[in-house]
């Protein structure tokens, strides 16, 4: 017996980022016909852990905070998704994020289902002794969850490659000896990737430029603004201005930068070493975070947090491209919006999987112990992103659907076709 359905509609709140999350998966199960059945298992995750994660402060007082891990499928191999840091973070969100990763990886045929975890927690109010000691204490928590076979988490908002470390280390410590492969995104010198620290920023400048290809639009000269100046927004500041691009806006949780000539990222980088910030930086008007989804650019790339575009500013995005860095920064119904406009969204399953494509191949090289050159990642990476979007495209364009709409309806067959294959146990 099936339990019953919940109720569905489409919804249009900003920091709701799982009823985003169905609401696609809905629209596009109703537009491609799929097995009531399956429809109900992919609404809801496979799993979901809840845990408690004290840790003790500099000061020697105990401080806990929640913690989440969740698995949304792995019919199609292990789980796969970042671990997040932040203080919005709750398991309604992590379970939206570990639906995206499970057609993020079927859109771009990478052998992984869907995961994500994180803390709610502000870094910002924590010394780095306190950081590794939280983390560690979480990694020990949803350790039975994880593993090269099981699950394997990555960096996402505030977690990076120091912090995988400690995890990997955390797991090693209690098997005993060294498990390179339960995280992805660590240091190069214990079993990390080449290209890993770049790989999502170098996907969604791939994406740009075969969005600029499809639209017969030239790559010279092209205006950009970037929304988050993190491990993805930066490094896609960086990586589209060595292109030939235009980067006319960037910003961060403080604030914003406009400069009409266009912004060098490598000065911005060496202000924001020294200020921890981009914002103030000097030759550059500053802006809102507000007015940077608004700026007259061709590309826009959201590459900071969920909910930035809604039904209240999507009539103001005046960008002929929308290419999500982040994951979920645009709502269901303003995504209509846009597309009525005509303005070309790119979704974050499709743009930014080049992380979790690179994350593929570290794992790869740590279960081979057998690693590859700059080149080599690069390479595969540019394949498999340019793939992705042209089979993405095709669809669309066959079916008169819209990108998102179009990349969900390939991630969900695949995964619906794995179901099938497999059939339901017992
Ligand atoms: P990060 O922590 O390295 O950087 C986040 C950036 O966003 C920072 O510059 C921060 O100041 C800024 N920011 C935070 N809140 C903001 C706000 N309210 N308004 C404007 N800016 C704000 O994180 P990241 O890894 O770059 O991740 C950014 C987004 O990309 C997230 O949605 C994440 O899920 C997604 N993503 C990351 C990866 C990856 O490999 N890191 C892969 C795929 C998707």
């Known amino acids: 017996m099936t339990s019953e359905p919940e109720a569905r509609g489409t919804v249009d709140t900003a920091d709701s980022a799982w009823d985003n999350a169905r609401a696609q998966l809905d629209e596009v199960a109703d537009l491609m016909g799929l097995a009531p059945g399956v429809h109900e298992i992919l609404r809801s995750p496979k799993r979901a852990l809840v845990v408690s994660v004290p840790f003790r402060m500099d000061d020697g007082t105990t401080r806990v905070y929640e913690g989440y891990r969740v698995h949304h499928n792995v019919t199609r191999g ?10 919005a973070v709750n398991l309604n969100e992590v379970k939206a994020l570990a639906m995206w990763m499970t057609w993020k990886c079927a859109i771009a045929g990478i052998p992984f289902g869907g995961a994500k975890g994180g803390i709610s927690v502000d870094v910002r109010s924590h010394s780095r002794s306190e950081i590794e000691r939280m ?53 190069v010198a214990i079993g990390g990737s080449r290209g890993r620290a770049g790989a999502t920023s170098r996907g969604v400048m791939y994406t740009i430029f075969s969005t600029l290809r499809a639209l017969n639009l030239s790559i010279d000269e092209v205006s950009v603004a970037i929304q988050g100046y993190g491990k993805v927004g930066g490094y896609a500041a960086q990586l589209l201005h060595d292109a030939g691009c235009r980067v006319l806006a960037v910003s961060d949780v403080d604030g914003g930068l406009y400069r009409e000539k266009g912004l060098d990222p490598e000065a911005i980088n060496r202000y924001k070493q020294d200020s921890g910030t981009v914002s103030g930086f000097p030759g550059a008007e500053p802006i809102t975070n507000d007015e940077l989804l608004e700026l007259d650019v061709d590309v826009l790339v959201p590459a900071a947090v969920e909910g930035v575009i809604t039904v209240k500013n999507a009539d103001n995005v005046r960008a002929k491209i929308l290419c999500e ?24 399953i499709l743009a930014n999987s080049g992380g979790v494509t690179v994350s593929y191949f570290e794992w790869v090289q740590d279960i081979q112990a057998y690693f590859w050159s700059d080149e080599e990642v690069n390479d595969r990476l540019r394949l498999i992103m340019e793939k992705s979007y042209e089979e993405v495209h095709e669809l669309a364009a066959e079916k008169g659907l819209s990108m998102r709409q179009a990349a969900t309806w390939i991630g969900v067959s695949r995964v619906a076709e794995a179901h099938q294959m497999r059939g339901l146990f017992p």
Do not use: Q
């Open 78 to 87: 292990p789980a796969k998704g970042g671990v997040r840091y932040h203080p």
């Open 135 to 187: 983390t560690r204490r979480y990694a020990s928590e949803i350790l039975p969850f994880i593993g090269p076979e099981r699950d394997i988490p990555a960096p996402d908002m505030n977690t990076d490659e120091e912090i995988m470390s400690w995890i990997m280390d955390t797991y090693s410590m209690n098997t005993g000896f060294s498990v390179p492969g339960v995280v992805t995104g660590k240091p």
């Open 325 to 348: 860095g982040a994951n979920g920064p645009v709502t269901f119904e303003a995504d209509k919006i846009l597309n009525e406009r005509g303005i070309h969204v790119v979704p974050d």
